[in-house]
């Protein structure tokens, strides 16, 4: 504990008033990430999950718990015979879904990317990666998309599997990619760990790009520009192409590359992207600065000899706070209006 | 199965013979490394010999066979013992024991599930093996295969939380089709495994989670048969364990009284009257 959080642990707080008088509500419970204007998709991953095990048999589903949570539910109504309940128990939840693999299927286990990531890692790299089984493991409330602070915040995820070795990495950023990666990821012959989007998830990428089909390990320009050049990955992405859609009006043209796939990460069209130059290069992510998107694109970028003009937007190296997401997405750099003014001040 | 081999594996003589052979060999390996878990094969060559001359159904030409029932090596520094009993079983060729831990053998320090035929497994990282068993045993399940998974852990692995995870598991999915087998020869890596977490009352803790609970002398050939004929033949839903006590080293009289026995110093002329005893101990 520092003073000074212990000096605002004891200090006594009053209910703020707008200036109509009435009381401001931003509560932890405001937990959209949508924009104004996108039509959303409901429990697009769930949809997507029974779709594809009506064609696959081997598809089982497991949770720990939280398959009301992470869209799952929508799969065990649809296939009670071929969903696990778990229980509270990371552990034998990614244990039993390597023992299930073994047997010839394929798993998605699901939960909370913290509980993944903190609590099961151990069962993750021995009993999954290091045997290279297919066991696709899909993580609801990533990086800062929840208000109830670190024990639900999984701002390091993605840093913590980039180390481990056959695993894949995906950080979509709309109903788009997760309905288009589902049966993408089943059919890849290993691990993989996804970040999820549950509940009424917004449809970005066709928005801007009307052909846009996720596509496992390709980065994709989703719009092009002149003056910087932004490579984003997860919900960053949607944040990207709206503050693109606002620079534009004050005539900054701005390029959106987005990259779902983390690893492997689409070096190539990444290096063409970033190859054509006269561009400030923006990576964009909803992680910790360490060991996410911008650490690979700079290393990246650093081995080959391409060194544009660089900055990161990610979440900082600290335990990030509680309340209500805009407020928070306000805080920490990462909503459109702090991305525009951000890039404004870069350009 | 010749007429023979099938003969040799009904008797328990036949069985105490291969559990002295599981012994020679994990020696043998021993001796080559100058160390090992040495302590801890000798102990449990009795259950591993009934395991695979009396319980278990496999195919040594086809490890990989269907419908062989599975055998997971949950402590990875087991492996001498299961490489010898794998060698015993003809799943793994004789005439590689003196590879043993070296460079490019498949039999490395460790058991891992790449590298040696018969280890299904990646053990090692203690208390992963029985919720990996609890998975494939739902998956032997799903696919109507009624061979039976198998999962040998240690006293030790009772400490970690995940164990009782899988425990709790394999209850409400009625895992009928799981045995595992738990090594209870007292010895962690500090000292005692009884001294270092409450592993009292073990038998009936396993129980009041809901399994079929059995505890016997894992150095007694007949009772060690009859457990493994109990837990295989139990008309229950329940998923059964045994609790085997073992005695370190058992079978080289000097090693037995060592006092720290978990990682077992041998010193180099040792190994040469270990041997010895143990050859004047050979069953008729």
Sequence with gaps: MTLESMTRKYEARQIKLGPDGKRVATSAMIASLAAEGYNTVDAPFGHALVDLANTDDRIVGLSA????????????????????????????????????????????????????????????????????????????????????????????????????????????????????????????????????????????????????????????????????????????????????????????????????????????????????????????ENHTEVGGLGEAVARTLLINGVTPQFRMIALPDKFLEAGALPTLHDMYGISVNRVVERIKGWL | MSEIERALRATNMSLELRAWNIRRKALLMGEVQGQGYIGQALGVADVLAASYFHALKYRAEDPEWEGRDRFYLSIGHYAIALYSVLMEAGILPEDELETYGMDDSRMPMSGMASYTPGMEITGGSLGHGLGIAVGAAMGLKRKNNPAFVYNLMSDGELGEGSTWEAVMSAVQYKLDNLICIVDFNDQQADGKTTAALAQVPEQEKWA???????????????????????????????????????????????????????FVRVEADEWSKALAVLEKGKPS
């Design chain 1, 65 to 284: 718990d939280l398959s009301k949570y992470t869209d799952l539910h929508v799969f065990a109504k649809a296939m009670p015979d071929r969903f696990y309940q778990m229980g509270m128990a990371e552990q034998v939840l990614i244990s039993a879904a390597a023992g299930l693999a073994r047997e010839g299927f394929i798993p998605f286990a699901t939960t909370y990317a913290v509980f993944a990531s903190r609590r099961a890692y151990d069962f993750i790299a021995m009993a999954v990666a290091e045997e290279n089984l297919p066991v696709k493991i899909i993580c609801a409330l990533p990086g800062l998309t929840t208000g109830y602070g670190p024990s639900h915040q999984a701002t390091e995820d993605l840093a913590i599997f980039r180390g481990l070795p056959n695993m894949t990495i995906i950080d979509p950023c709309d109903a788009d990619d997760i309905i288009g990666m589902v049966p993408q990821i089943a059919a890849h012959d290993g691990p993989v760990y996804s970040r999820l989007l549950r509940g009424k998830v917004p449809s970005v990428l066709t928005r801007h790009k009307p052909d846009y089909r996720f596509e496992l390990g390709k980065a994709q320009l989703i719009r092009d520009g002149k003056d910087a050049l932004i490579i984003s990955s997860g919900f960053m992405t949607m944040r990207s192409l709206d503050a693109a859609v606002k620079l534009e009006s004050d005539g900054i043209d701005v390029a959106v590359l987005h990259v779902p796939t983390i690893k492997p990460l689409d070096t190539k069209t990444i290096l063409a992207e970033v190859g054509k130059g006269g561009r400030l290069v923006i990576t964009a």
């Design chain 2, 208 to 262: 009041a989670f809901g399994w079929h609970a059995q505890r016997v002398d894992g150095n007694d050939m007949d009772a060690v048969v009859a457990a493994f004929d109990v837990a295989r033949n139990l008309p229950s839903a329940k998923p059964r364990v045994i609790i085997f006590d073992t005695k370190m080293c058992k079978g080289v009289d000097f090693l037995e009284i060592r006092e720290i026995t978990h």
